[in-house]
């Protein structure tokens, strides 16, 4: 029986996942979901079934093995790196055995419909680690192949992951008589902090910029848990989701590594906070430094080189620092919050 196949996307109730599922629908691409809760109500209408379970659940999967043809997945399912510094055990079950379980499902895919299954992994800038914060502000802007020395359990998870998306692709039982690696197109994609108008993040260490602006829109004091001198990469989340689509939609052939850095721009809190001043003169930001999570921030990099990904697939990101927040962030979440542009 053909079955036109579809996209899987899981952990499909978060940030990126939200605004995937509103592009690929736009793109008429048919896809399925899987999360721990149901799908929200202004998405439910646009993807043909959602899965209500957990990645680590081998009986659901097994179940939409059964039901579906899926030749793209969108592995999004994971346990940020705050939130994992708390749980770290469950942050490990849900980023390296639920990404093994998503990995051994996309092989069984291919193997039973007898081509590739493209498997898009985010990873992160968690991957990275400094001794010491002179060591990140030397480094500058880091290419994947150093500094890959995380700090955190998530972080941890992620390099394990990719590691693992690797062998899958290019390893998988190389020693058994059958032939049977390359079922998983893994492709790997290092996101920095990445800031939604629609949505706010949850146990993101990189949380504070996108914490921030919704905040001051919303017209609410905020405490930011860094210094102003902090500084790491971030992302538009359109852009984000733009870097995924372009990654899988380009052969196998053209692409020199499993995975890559993408970045945008590289603010310090110290120049979000005079962006969102002069939209905001009213805003009340102050600053209440968390000296556990500066720590986690200090071991991320400044910046990232994302030349492969420029010249192997022409990453090239829509927004800057000024565009995002001032023809993305601000008129988006205004309209959000005050129905005004
Ligand atoms: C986090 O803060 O954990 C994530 C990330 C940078 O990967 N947003």
Request: proline share 5%.
């Amino acid at each position: 029986m053909s079955r036109k196949p579809v996209v899987l996307i899981t952990g499909a109730g978060g940030e990126i996942g939200h605004g995937l599922i509103q592009k690929l629908q736009l793109m008429g691409r048919p896809m399925i979901t899987l999360d721990l809760v149901p799908i929200a109500g202004d998405l439910a209408g646009l993807v043909r079934q959602h899965y209500t379970g957990s990645i680590l659940d081998k009986q659901i999967l097994d179940r939409i093995l059964t039901e579906y043809e899926i030749d793209l997945i969108f592995h999004l399912a994971a346990v940020l790196s705050t939130r994992g510094e708390f749980a770290p055990i469950i942050a490990h079950q849900v980023n390296v055995e639920g990404t093994l379980n998503m990995l051994e499902f996309a092989q069984h895919q291919g193997e039973s419909h007898g081509r590739s299954v493209t498997f898009l992994y985010p990873s992160s800038i968690a991957v990275y680690g400094f001794a010491n914060l002179q060591e990140k502000n030397r480094a500058g802007k880091v290419c994947e192949d150093l500094y890959n020395h995380p700090i955190t359990m998530y972080g941890c998870n992620k390099l394990y992951g990719e590691q693992l998306g690797n062998y899958y692709c290019n390893y998988y039982k190389q020693l058994a008589a059958l032939e049977s690696s390359m079922r998983v197109d893994f492709r790997g994609l290092r996101f920095p902090g990445l800031i939604s108008a629609q949505t706010l993040p949850s146990g993101g260490t990189s949380d504070y910029a996108p914490e921030m602006i919704h905040a001051a829109a919303m017209g609410k004091s905020y405490d930011c848990f860094v210094r102003d001198n902090s500084k790491i990469p971030f992302m538009a989340m359109p852009d984000a989701i733009d870097s995924l689509l372009q990654l899988a939609s380009v052969p196998r052939k053209d692409l020199s590594r499993v995975v890559y850095n993408v970045g945008a721009f590289a603010p310090s809190v110290e120049q979000m906070k005079k962006l969102i001043f002069e939209e905001f003169p009213l805003a009340q930001i102050g600053t209440k430094i968390d000296e556990k999570r500066q720590r986690i921030i200090d071991s991320w990099p400044e910046d990232v080189d994302d030349s492969a990904a420029r010249n192997d697939w022409g990453h090239a990101p829509r927004y800057d620092l000024n565009s995002a927040f001032r023809d993305y962030l601000f008129p988006k979440i205004k309209e959000q919050y005050h129905g005004t542009k």
